[in-house]
């Protein structure tokens, strides 16, 4: 079965800077999607970014981009030039290549923004 | 972009009745949806998929007969807690599929259910 681990529970940085947030996963498939859900304290969940395995270039959504290592199973993503807005939980997602596979979901981790 | 209802938004029931929770799809035909629950700090956990016009799949340690999922349209699902007992009181979040684009998944804003 397919696992994912988000190994900080919280994170802080100050506006303006930048935070890198870690995923590992595991699974023996070589072709699946990686996500990143933002969720603020409305509690909708909100799709930041989305990996394709088998494309090899980071993606990248306006001040929001991942390090995608495949071979070493790790999916990070990185805030530049965070902003107040940005707090929330964010959760790392895996999800199988067919259509209307369920996501599995890592622990969450929380982002507190200081101004 | 494709949007995702639920209904209600908040609701409180005694313990031992049952409580439906209204998942639509306002937009597009949702052939499979998804139903989660959520804890306080702690992160999504499927319960179970469902496929219009078929009989859900559960997720492991999910009771069905408790937690019963009916998909009987391409927009609508529901959810029916059944002797709902303080400890179901949670955060349930459905998802939207309509399996056109492979990985676009649609989530509702979710229910809050609380059991006194």
């Known amino acids: 079965a397919q696992t994912v681990t988000q190994s900080q529970p919280e994170m802080s940085v100050q506006e303006a800077e930048t935070v890198t947030l870690s995923c590992t996963y595991d699974?023996?498939?070589?072709?699946?999607?990686l996500f990143w859900y933002k969720q603020p304290p409305s509690r909708q969940m909100i799709l930041v970014i989305r990996?394709?395995?088998?494309?090899?270039q980071n993606a990248t959504e306006n001040r929001f981009s991942v390090n995608f290592q495949k071979a070493a199973k790790s999916f990070s993503l990185k805030i530049s030039d965070s902003q107040l807005g940005d707090a929330a939980m964010y959760f790392c997602?895996?999800?199988?290549?067919?259509?209307?596979?369920?996501?599995?979901f890592g622990q969450g981790t929380r982002l507190t923004i200081n101004p | 972009g494709a949007v995702v209802s639920q209904h209600p938004s908040r609701v409180i029931c005694k313990s031992g009745t049952s409580v439906k929770i209204e998942c639509r799809s306002l937009d597009f035909q949702a052939t499979t949806m998804f139903w989660y629950r959520q804890f306080p700090k702690q992160s999504l956990m499927l319960m179970a998929t469902s496929n219009e016009g078929s009989k859900a799949t559960y997720e492991q340690g999910v009771e069905k007969d408790k937690f019963l999922i009916n998909h009987a349209s391409l927009t609508l699902s529901t959810l029916t807690v059944t002797s709902a007992h303080p400890e179901d009181s949670s955060f349930y979040i459905c998802s939207a599929s309509s399996g056109t684009v492979a990985y676009e998944q649609y989530f509702g804003p979710g229910t809050r259910l609380t059991v006194t």
């Open positions: 699974t023996s498939e070589s072709d699946y999607y």
């Open positions: 997602a895996y999800r199988r290549k067919q259509r209307a596979q369920k996501l599995v």
């Open positions: 990996q394709e395995a088998y494309k090899q």
